[in-house]
């Protein structure tokens, strides 16, 4: 049972379940606590709903057979607080194209109806089934009579002794050597193509770099020669029309300048009769000196002007080069004169084909042997790990109750030659955790266990040792309790417990010593109204705890009670 101290630091994580006609419920609105959440019943009153509950929502196939009968549709809406949760759930979102989480709340919402219809829906985004799959793997572990348990795929085996052995650093170079021989090999593979498809590389990248070098381009050379070229197409209209400035402003009697001449003398004379008004003499001057140097500005620019149409030619001529350029090989001309560059450089390697494919080929060999040799190192930590981590599980296996069975971790390495000639970001070896129920007997995977009861209770005995390592934040265990009673399920329990301290932790139970254990106590029961059988859940006050703890140890005689007041106490102790 977490003390007052360890829920203070731990929120829960599957904030809430809520279900709609599924099975033998009708509508359930339950809400969980962090630690250790028990669920609790009699058999058949419908505690198994909560798993199938939590299957849709991690993205396991329906079967439709689920929806109450004589309704339409069943739904199942899960919120989950993420706000203390490691696994980058933001950037799968977005990557996906699903909204983020509000207040880190993630939303799940599966729906199944009668007719076909499978909805699924993330923080009110509609979405795939492979990808609410995926979604759960990060969420949800769940350990019973079903398949969705990540302890049972080798790569996550191989995943979590990395993590018990600390090997992050050697994963990281494996990782950054494996990214590197990923890179050559494709360079390799460009290089060493058919004969014929060489020549063709050869020789587009020869015309491309003819093309872009030998038009001697200049990245600011386009504006400068569009206004040239509009001053060359408007030479004749432009000098036209700078000559008739010139004959308004300065040929005959009525031109501008001469008639000027006759208001100066005018303002002369008004200046003798009136002194006061040299003003308006300072501002014919002015007027004057203006109309005089926009005749010498039109002449000059009038002077410039090349009617010569070869010329125009030669610029018309220039700029659809550039266009052409442009149409080929970039928006711009920095773009086309970046693209010669970089086909310069490929045509060098290409035309020293066969030295850059020695080059890369010796490159690729070192890496190999690099890789071959961190494997090995990785390789050897990992054994001295799996023998610690074997011998921690199994101890915690025979407090579980299967004292002469046995935790392996099967470790193969590959040859050195398939490393060499590919790394792999993992290294060297392929991890299997194999379990031994009996002496003399071999030990198999994990995933060959066929009995439900001993495969909770295995992964019971994992998630105990691997807590620190596994970062999935809601387990749920079911069926944990089979075949299991007296001193050991008092140690399930406090497993549980323990494990609880760092998650939350659902787990449906026949165990009172297991229940006692619990943050928070749920019971599951069925009545009939109406000629309809429903089910119904309750989290318990700690009177109802008791009476429920001693039906769970056979009655409600004083000597269970007794019994039950005893396991409540210890598991606040």
Partial sequence: MLKRADRATIRPV?????????????ELALELEPGLNVITGETGAGKSVIIGALTLLTGQRADRSLIRSGEDTCSVEGVFDLSQCKPPIGSFLEEHGIDPCEAGQ??????????????????????????????????????????????????????????????????????????????????????????????????????????IEGAKLHEDEEPLLLDELSRCSNASRLLELSRAVSDQLNEGESSLLSQAGQLGRTLHEIQRLDPGSSVLSD??????????????????????????????????????????????YGGSLAEVIAFGADAATRLARLEGRTDEITRIEAGLKELGESAWQRGVELSAKRSKAATKLTRAVSQELSALGFRQSRLDVSITPSTRESCVDKPCPTGIDKVEFQFAPNPGEPAKPLRAIASSGEMARVMLAMKTVLAAQDEIPVLVFDEVDANVGGETAQVVGQKMAAIARR?????????????????????????VRSGRTLSEIERLPRDQR????????????????RHAEDLLSRSRS
């Avoid at 809430?16 to 006609?21: E, M, Q, T």
């Avoid at 990782?175 to 390799?188: G, N």
């Avoid at 010329?311 to 550039?322: T, V």
């Avoid at 939350?504 to 009545?527: D, F, G, N, R, W």
Wanted: glycine share 4%.
């Fill in 283 to 328: 501002l014919h001057s002015q007027a004057l000196e203006i109309w005089r140097e926009l005749s010498t500005e039109t002449s000059r620019r009038a002077e410039r002007l090349d009617t010569d149409p070869a010329r125009q030619g030669e610029l018309e001529e220039r700029l659809s080069l550039i266009q052409s350029l442009k149409r080929k």
């Fill in 106 to 211: 993630l939303v799940i919402k599966r729906s199944l109806s009668a007719a076909g219809a499978n909805r699924q829906h993330i923080n009110g985004s509609p979405t795939t089934l492979a990808i609410l799959a995926q979604l759960g793997e990060w969420l949800v572990d769940l350990h019973g009579p079903h398949d969705h348990q990540s302890l049972l795929h080798p790569s996550r085996q191989l995943t979590l002794l990395d993590a018990y052995a600390g090997s992050e650093s050697e994963l990281s170079s494996l990782r950054s050597i494996a990214q590197e021989w990923a890179r050559l090999k494709a360079e390799l593979e460009a290089l060493a193509g058919d004969d014929r498809t060489f020549a063709q590389q050869i020789d587009l990248l020869r015309f491309q770099v003819r093309e």
């Fill in 14 to 26: 599957l904030a809430s379940l809520r279900i709609k006609n599924l099975a033998l419920v009708s």
């Fill in 503 to 527: 998650r939350q932790v659902l787990c449906i139970t026949h165990l009172a010593p297991v229940a006692a254990s619990a943050t928070a106590h749920y019971l599951v029961s069925k009545e």
């Fill in 546 to 561: 008791v009476r429920e703890l001693a039906r769970m140890l056979g009655g409600q005689s004083e000597a269970a009670r």
